[in-house]
C-alpha cells in the first residue's frame, strides 16, 4: 500500500506537471498576440500584459510538485555532502518534515485568501480589463495541496531511507536504495 501511494503521487505530480508544461507556450502566444497588435496594428490589449503575469503565476506555483518529485529543485549540498551518511538521512527527514509545516501553514492560509477573494468577488484594478482575481488565487491553495502531498510522499521516502525499510524508488539507481 505504501508503495502504491508513492507510485500514485508521483503519477499525480507527473501528470500536472505534464499538463502545466504547456502554460510557457501559451505565454508566449499570448506575447506574441500583444506584441503584433501593439506594433503592428497600433492597438495594444487590454489584457495581454495583466493575463500574462497571472498564467506565469500559475506555472510558477503549479510547477513546485513536479519539481520535488523530479528532485530538480535547487539546494546547496556544500555541508550536506560533508556529513555522514546516516546524518544525511535525518537532515533529510528533518527537512521534509520542516518543510510541510511551513507548506501546512502556508495552505490554510491561501485557502483563507482564496475564500476571501470568491467572497469579495474581487477584481483586478492593475489595468482597465479588471479580471477577476479569485480563479487566480485558487491557484494558489490547490498547488500547495500537491506540493504537500508530494512531500509526504518524500518524507515517507526518508523515512525509509533513514530506518533502512526497503522500498522501490524509481528515481534512484538500484545500488543506492
Known amino acids: 500500500m505504501f ?23 501559451v505565454l508566449v502566444l499570448i506575447l506574441l498576440i500583444e506584441v503584433f497588435f501593439r506594433y503592428f496594428l497600433n492597438a495594444p490589449t487590454i489584457w495581454g500584459h495583466e493575463l500574462s503575469a497571472m498564467l506565469f503565476g500559475a506555472f510558477a506555483i503549479l510547477s ?8 530538480a529543485h535547487v539546494r546547496s549540498d556544500v555541508i550536506y555532502v560533508l556529513l555522514p551518511r546516516w546524518l544525511q538521512k535525518i537532515c533529510d527527514v528533518l527537512v521534509q518534515v520542516l518543510g ?13 485568501f482564496a ?10 484594478s492593475k489595468s482597465i480589463w479588471q479580471p477577476p482575481l479569485y480563479y ?7 498547488a500547495l495541496g500537491l506540493l504537500i502531498l508530494q ?8 523515512l525509509c531511507r533513514l530506518f533502512g525499510a526497503p522500498f522501490h524508488d524509481p ?3 538500484p ?3
Open 100 to 112: 510541510l509545516v511551513v507548506l501546512t501553514i502556508f495552505f490554510l492560509m491561501a485557502i483563507e
Open 115 to 124: 475564500r476571501k477573494s470568491w467572497a469579495l468577488g474581487e477584481m483586478s
Open 3 to 25: 508503495e502504491k501511494y508513492l507510485a500514485w503521487q508521483d503519477g499525480l505530480s507527473e501528470w500536472v506537471g505534464r499538463i502545466i508544461a504547456w502554460l510557457p507556450l
Open 64 to 71: 513546485g510538485a513536479y519539481t520535488l518529485k523530479a528532485q
Open 175 to 177: 545500488d543506492e536504495h
Open 136 to 142: 487566480i488565487k485558487t491557484v494558489i491553495p490547490i
Open 171 to 173: 528515481r534512484q539507481a
Open 151 to 158: 512531500s509526504i510522499a518524500e518524507l515517507l521516502r526518508a
